[in-house]
């Protein structure tokens, strides 16, 4: 049972438009949303967050929507720059825990 | 300098043996994690800790075995019971409500390969 879902396993983007990776959840408890970044053989770096009380959280060239109907959400990045190119996690968080998605492998192109 | 560290970063083992992979953390927080990642999965959570002397199983605990006696250290032992123990292992830790956040963000180590032969 995938409680938190990156359908796209991968996204690619010119340099300077803008990125936009998707996510879909199916546990309405998670009090909270985060997004991740991770490099191969690294730990996931936090990217941003967002209350399940909140639409909308900005950060410099990140930021993430909150759809709570549609039990979905969003996380754009613009301009994208190559060294975005990593892959992104959707996470759901409640209670201690943290649910990942399975990422979505972002590839920004010079 | 604060942080998380996870030793070593690549481990191989004979089919049948335990092994314990190590995290420690100076970052005082209370809380501490342990995730398993497989290629093309996400993070799936074996154990957790919120505080020394207590720590409960998470969604994939089968085979794994913890310790919490010290607040700096969370210890992951990788049973022979453990069907596919070829994995990369991820540490975390966090403190709820740090800086005025109650959003529970979760720092994590550079991870241990742990390949079984």
């Known amino acids: 049972d995938q409680q938190v879902k990156q359908n796209s396993p991968s996204l690619s983007v010119q340099e300077g438009r803008i990125s936009i990776l998707n996510c879909d959840y199916t546990n309405s408890m998670f009090d909270y949303f985060l997004w991740y970044k991770k490099y191969p053989a690294e730990g996931p770096t936090f990217l941003i967050s967002?209350?399940?009380?909140?639409d909308k959280n900005e950060d410099g060239r990140f930021t993430v929507f909150l759809n709570k109907s549609a039990k979905h959400l969003s996380l754009h990045i613009v301009p994208s720059q190559p060294g975005d190119s990593a892959v992104y996690f959707c996470v759901g968080g409640s209670n201690y825990k943290l649910t990942f998605g399975k990422g979505t492998l972002l590839t920004v192109n010079p | 300098d604060g942080g998380i560290t996870q030793s070593p970063k690549y481990l191989f083992r004979k089919e049948g043996q335990n092994v314990t992979l190590s995290c420690e953390q100076n970052l005082n927080h209370d809380a501490m994690y342990w995730y398993r990642q497989d290629p093309g999965q996400g993070l799936r959570l074996i154990y957790y800790?919120?505080?020394?002397?207590?720590?409960q199983k998470g969604d994939i605990a089968e085979g794994y075995s913890v310790s919490r006696e010290k607040k700096e250290s969370f210890p992951l032992t990788v049973t022979s019971a453990q069907k596919n123990p070829t994995a990369f292992y991820l540490c975390?830790?966090?403190?709820?409500?740090?800086?005025?956040?109650?959003?529970?963000?979760?720092?994590f180590g550079p991870g241990t390969r742990l390949t079984v032969l």
């Open positions: 975390a830790s966090s403190m709820p409500g740090t800086s005025g956040r109650y959003l529970d963000e979760q720092f």
């Open positions: 967002i209350s399940s009380i909140k």
């Open positions: 800790s919120q505080i020394v002397n207590d720590f």
